[in-house]
T-cell receptor, first 113, second 112 residues
């Protein structure tokens, strides 16, 4: 089944403790992206990647890092999480130059206390 | 930059009522337009899309027409069901890259 898999689904952590949210897709998509969803703000892009070893900042990259060492994986790293990073996070992928839209993961609900 | 504005919710309707969720966009060039749906506890799913002016996207009884003259892509359904209760997102994507811009989302609740 074609899908984007995120882990974990739920995570509660403390301020300053480094964490990684994993994202993997099995569709051989070139393009991958991370979004955060906050009430009233819709989805805001954190980082995206056009292909392996090619990443770029989205609208809200502060406090986040990403890497794209393999085509299928695009982990999101929070080196020192803060409470304002409490949010619902989505990973998405698509074919390069796609007009077909994105395939989204099921989301990761992160709480930083 | 490119942006999407959609009507604020929440929207509450009775079953079999007519649904309209307004969406307008600002973009340079000619973007593709999308509607996504998010059911409780799930990720976003592509509902329908349109890639050029006057195209009509449709799926599961939902429709939206790409109106370049009014820069709009309103979502409509003639008769909603309880199972349509979800959050709906309008989005656009520039032709030359994969950057997707989303509206704030509209929560729809359909009551029996």
């Amino acid at each position: 089944e074609a899908q984007v898999t995120q882990n974990p689904r739920y995570l509660i952590t403390v301020t300053g403790k480094k964490l990684t949210v994993t994202c993997s897709q099995n569709m051989n998509h070139e393009y991958m992206s991370w979004y955060r969803q906050d009430p009233g703000l819709g989805l805001r892009q954190i980082y995206y990647s056009m292909n392996v070893e090619v990443t770029d900042k989205g609208d809200v990259p502060e406090g986040y890092k990403v890497s794209r060492k393999e085509k299928r994986n695009f982990p999101l790293i929070l080196e020192s999480p803060s409470p304002n990073q409490t949010s619902l996070y989505f990973c998405a992928s698509s074919l390069a130059g796609s007009l077909g839209g994105y395939t989204f993961g099921s989301g990761t609900r992160l709480t930083v206390v | 930059g490119d942006s999407v504005t959609q009507m604020e919710g929440p929207v509450t309707l009775s079953e079999e009522a007519f649904l309209t969720i307004n969406c307008t966009y600002t973009a340079t060039g000619y973007p593709s337009l999308f509607w996504y749906v998010q059911y409780p506890g799930e990720g976003l799913q592509l509902l329908l899309k349109a890639t050029k002016a006057d195209d009509k996207g449709s799926n599961k009884g939902f429709e939206a027409t790409y109106r370049k003259e009014t820069t709009s892509f309103h979502l409509e359904k003639g008769s909603v069901q309880v199972s349509d209760s979800a959050v709906y997102f309008c989005a656009l994507s520039a032709i030359l890259n994969n950057d997707m811009r989303f509206g704030a989302g509209t929560r729809l609740t359909v009551k029996p």
